[in-house]
């Protein structure tokens, strides 16, 4: 059994949450204001807090600061309006085991009460954790882990590679991080080294004096240098010509650098955020990118899903989109009919964020009367439209790659190798026959047609594999 100190002003979350609480065997105490909670837990100590923010007289964060002085560390669980990114994130730095935003499910508050009981019998400091960044929106566990990564990381001076598809909202995350940094009030400077031509790539990242090539006109400061107390956002970091990574890499070493033509190095202090929708695990064995580079950009990994692996998260973005329309379109009221929703919830979204906002807007302009329909919905983006063949190119070679180092393996001893193509089929035939019975829903049919075999050897080979289908 554990002591809980519930403090929220509204008696029904006090009322939800004992009822929760002792649900479990625990022993609750209830507060609607946070002097009244800490008079509490001053008489008995709690072992783990959960209170809102926002009360009347002295707020959550204070009274978190309040209790530590009384009672020694207790975790505490803040619970926050949606949205309010701002006071979640401090909650953290004040040592918040974890928040919850309203309106929340008693489910997703039952596990997050597990863990704070479990962290508060460790008898260590709790841990902050945190959910939801501002200006980026999300509301499913895969965001929600996200935003704790966020969080998490942006206290911190690690370097952090922000990987995921194009259009997932990396560079929204690395502002977020910079934001919430103490590097906040110094300069956020974005670099898309896909935009810069090789032979200029290096001159703009460590800048030039007057003359020190053709062209060199005037002296310019690099990104590096202008980044200085601030933040340097690489977006596309797998497009850095080999010969700049090695001085890229230096320059993260040392803190200073060399312009081109100039034989005097300059400090700058910078925290780097690099960005890739590429797999540079891949282009480190093709000896495309460095590797050592990629351990000193990539302290701290944040890997965001594509929007099809978040469905849940495509209404709220849709709405959130519409919303920011009607403050530009003075007062039209939009509205996405479940018909609409559906249709953008069937997507495959491989623009992500980026073309469900286009999409967004491009229906607004034709709605009639602010009502979505699937029809004002523009066609989706398909794939090889936006080059993912790289990135398909990147795991075919990681896939022959696994192969070799798999045949290798069974060659060890060529004599007891035997039967080694149908231990093969064995291991790849099922994983791509089941997905694409998923893509057709079990249907078999369909899937023979696109895996190019005959409906019946599909069947036989389902068989086999002791595979399912309708
Ligand atoms: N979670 C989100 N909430 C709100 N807007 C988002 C979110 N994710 C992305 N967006 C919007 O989608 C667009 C693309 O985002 P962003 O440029 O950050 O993506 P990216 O991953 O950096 O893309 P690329 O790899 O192509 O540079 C932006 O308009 C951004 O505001």
């Known amino acids: 059994m554990s002591k809980l100190l519930i403090v929220d002003d509204e008696e029904s979350i006090c009322w939800g949450l004992s009822q929760l609480g002792e649900s479990h065997g625990h022993q609750v105490m209830t507060a609607s204001t946070a002097e009244q909670a800490l008079s509490l837990a001053e008489e008995d100590r709690p072992d783990v807090v959960v209170m809102d923010v926002r009360l009347p007289g002295m707020d959550g964060l204070t009274a978190m600061q309040g209790l530590r002085d009384r009672v020694g560390p207790v975790p505490v669980i803040v619970i926050t309006a949606y949205g309010d990114l701002q006071t979640a994130v401090e909650a953290v730095r004040n040592g918040a085991f974890d928040y919850i935003v309203k309106p929340f499910d008693l489910n997703q508050m039952e596990q997050v009460l597990d863990k704070a009981i479990y962290e508060s019998r460790r008898e260590e400091p709790s841990v902050g954790e945190t959910r939801q960044v501002d200006g980026l929106v999300g509301s499913t566990p895969e965001m929600q882990d996200v935003f704790k990564s966020i969080a998490l990381v942006s206290g911190s001076e690690a370097s952090v590679l922000l990987s995921g598809e194009s259009g997932t909202g990396k560079e929204l995350a690395a502002h977020a991080i910079h934001r919430f940094s103490e590097r906040a009030s110094g300069p956020f400077i974005a670099v898309n080294i896909a935009s810069l031509s090789e032979s200029l790539a290096e001159s703009e990242l460590f800048g ?126 939009y509205r996405l009919t479940a018909e609409a929703i559906s249709e953008l919830e069937k997507r495959p979204w491989y623009g992500n964020v980026r073309e469900l906002r286009n999409s967004i807007e491009h229906a607004a302009l034709r709605a009639r009367g602010g009502t979505i329909l699937p029809e004002d919905l523009p066609a989706p983006v398909s794939k090889s439209f936006l080059g993912s063949e790289e990135s398909d190119a990147d795991s075919d070679i990681m896939i022959i790659e696994l192969l070799k180092q798999w045949a290798e393996q069974q060659l060890i001893d060529p004599v007891q190798a035997t039967n080694l193509y149908e231990k093969l089929m064995a291991l790849i035939e099922p994983p791509v026959m089941n997905v694409a019975l998923d893509q057709f829903h079990g249907q078999c049919a369909p899937a023979a047609r696109c895996l190019g075999l005959h409906r019946t050897t599909l069947s036989k080979k389902l068989k086999q594999y002791g595979i399912e289908n309708k």
């Open 208 to 333: 030039h004096l007057q003359g020190a090539f053709t062209g060199a006109e005037s002296t310019r400061v690099g990104f590096l240098e202008q980044a200085d107390q601030g933040t340097l956002f690489l977006d596309e970091v797998a497009d850095i010509p080999l010969p700049i990574q090695i001085k890229l890499l230096r320059a993260l070493e040392e803190g200073e650098v060399l312009p081109v033509g100039s034989t005097q190095r300059v400090k700058t202090n910078f925290r780097v955020i690099a960005a890739t929708h590429r797999n540079l695990e891949s282009l480190i064995k093709q000896g495309k990118f460095r590797h050592d580079l990629y351990f000193r950009l990539c302290t701290f990994q944040i890997d965001i899903p594509p929007l099809r692996k978040r469905v849940g998260d495509i209404c709220t973005l849709a709405e959130f989109f519409l919303e920011r329309l009607v403050d530009r379109q003075s007062g039209v009221q």
